[in-house]
């Protein structure tokens, strides 16, 4: 809508315009982000290609000039032969179509969006707390229980099928970690990234400030648990919830922030057992229109009651340039299968890019939050090594093995390479 309805970030009526960072983060493949740029090469992404073009230096990291980046996805689009670029506001569902709008979803459109969906299926900001990876806790300090032996997950990871990890404080351990929390630094948002607190999405750095017993009454509250250690109550415990079936990325609980990422390092790792935690999401609260996917969604991403309606972007519940930029992808090739009368293609669970299709499909409905790329994610290795280097190495052969065996099943290649049927049959 561009060019005709402004927002309250972009500057210009250009195709991707970055209006945040300019980096899309890693290029090497032990790097979940840089894996997932490989395999979307291999898919043939023009707007990587595009990024290559803008790049400028920042070590291993894909930064780019953002007009020149901008100036070549526009032109490209807007010289293509078979593209037709209408200007102004769609406030309806297309089909056949994909939606791919993020943060600043017009009112007009996430109101049918809304309405097709049910009223509880999107949400309008994000509150997200922090991630780290089960290899990284120190289960000799953290123990597995839940409030009055309640809420266990059966057949979850652990002798005792514990859903809930807990790192006990006592009072000492307490005071110090408010006090870090209380002096932390944060993120300054952007005027349009402003979002009202609920009490149900208040920064934990936010509570503190209240009063130094208000986390402790909150989401560290010792009620129902013990410390196995001491056979006592704690003074005050951290929570962590699964995230994932297999039980490699656990969530804290309540701990919506906006601190900034070395300050969500410093604090959190404070927290006993964490010492050394891996973080594998950090922590956010900003403006984000985003789709409960899991709940609303097929696995392909589309509407339930109509395959050629598809979702793309951050709006599908993904975090990041890369990812939104990949299930764009994804979708594009869908629909173009769709109507040449193909099956919907989803790459491997051992891909990034089919583990972050598969964690918008299978991740709770209750507790879905956005969800950036990350090993994680992935499926454990049949013999994992214990050097982490090693390990990622692996992970990225898995990955581009299986979508290299995906891609020549499904007769895949990118729209430069080779055109698809209705491409052929417009010719």
């Known amino acids: 809508m561009r060019g005709v ?40 992404s023009i707007v990587l290609q595009a990024a290559d073009e803008a790049r400028v230096p920042a070590g291993s990291a894909l930064a780019v000039d953002r007009d020149v980046f901008s100036a070549t996805v526009h032109d490209r689009i807007m010289a293509h032969p078979r593209i037709t670029v209408e200007r102004g506001e769609v406030n309806t569902i297309p089909s056949p179509g994909i939606i791919a709008t ?12 809304r309405a097709r969906l049910g009223v509880e299926s999107l949400a309008f900001y994000d509150a997200i707390a922090p991630i780290v990876s089960i290899e990284s806790i120190d289960e000799t300090v953290a123990f597995r229980a839940a409030r009055w032996d309640k809420e266990t997950m059966e057949g979850a990871a652990g002798e005792d099928g ?18 870090a929390l209380s002096v932390a630094d944060q993120f300054t948002a952007h005027e349009f990234d402003k979002v009202p607190y609920f009490e149900g999405c208040m920064p934990a750095e936010e509570m503190a400030r209240r009063g130094r017993e208000s986390l402790r009454f909150g989401p560290m509250k010792p009620i129902g648990i013990t410390d196995p250690h001491t056979g006592r109550r704690p003074w005050a415990v951290v929570q962590l919830r699964r995230e994932d079936r297999g039980g490699r990325m656990w969530n804290l609980v309540g701990f919506q922030t906006r601190l900034k990422i070395p300050e969500q390092q410093r604090v959190f790792r404070t927290i006993p057992g964490l010492e050394n935690a891996e973080f594998l999401r950090f922590g956010s609260i900003h403006r984000n229109s985003y789709v409960n996917s899991p709940a609303s969604l097929t696995p392909h991403l589309s509407l339930r009651d109509d395959p050629l309606a598809l ?3 951050q709006l599908t519940g993904v975090e990041g340039y890369t990812e939104s930029t990949a299930t764009g992808l994804l979708a594009a090739i869908n629909l173009d299968r769709l109507l040449s009368g ?19 499909r299978e991740a709770d409905p209750k507790h879905f939050q956005p969800m950036n790329a990350n090993f994680g994610l992935l499926d454990e290795l049949a013999d994992p090594p214990r050097d982490k280097g090693k390990k990622r190495e692996l992970y990225a052969e898995r990955s581009l093995a299986a979508l290299s065996v995906w891609v020549e099943q499904n007769g895949l290649r990118s729209a430069d390479q080779v055109p698809t049927r209705r491409a052929q049959e417009k010719r």
């Open 5 to 44: 309805r402004g927002t309250a970030a972009h500057k210009t009526d250009k195709l991707a315009e970055l209006v945040c960072s300019n980096t899309f983060k890693s290029t090497e493949v032990t790097n979940a982000h840089g894996l997932l740029k490989a395999e979307m090469r291999v898919l043939g």
């Open 102 to 113: 993020g943060p600043l979803t017009s009112d007009a459109l996430a109101e049918a969006i």
């Open 311 to 313: 979702f793309a972007g």
């Open 162 to 179: 514990g859903a809930y990890l807990n790192c006990a404080m006592n009072k000492e351990q307490y005071e110090a970690f408010i006090d």
């Open 342 to 360: 193909l099956e919907v293609v989803i790459p491997p669970s051992e891909t990034m890019l089919g583990a972050l299709y598969r964690y918008l």
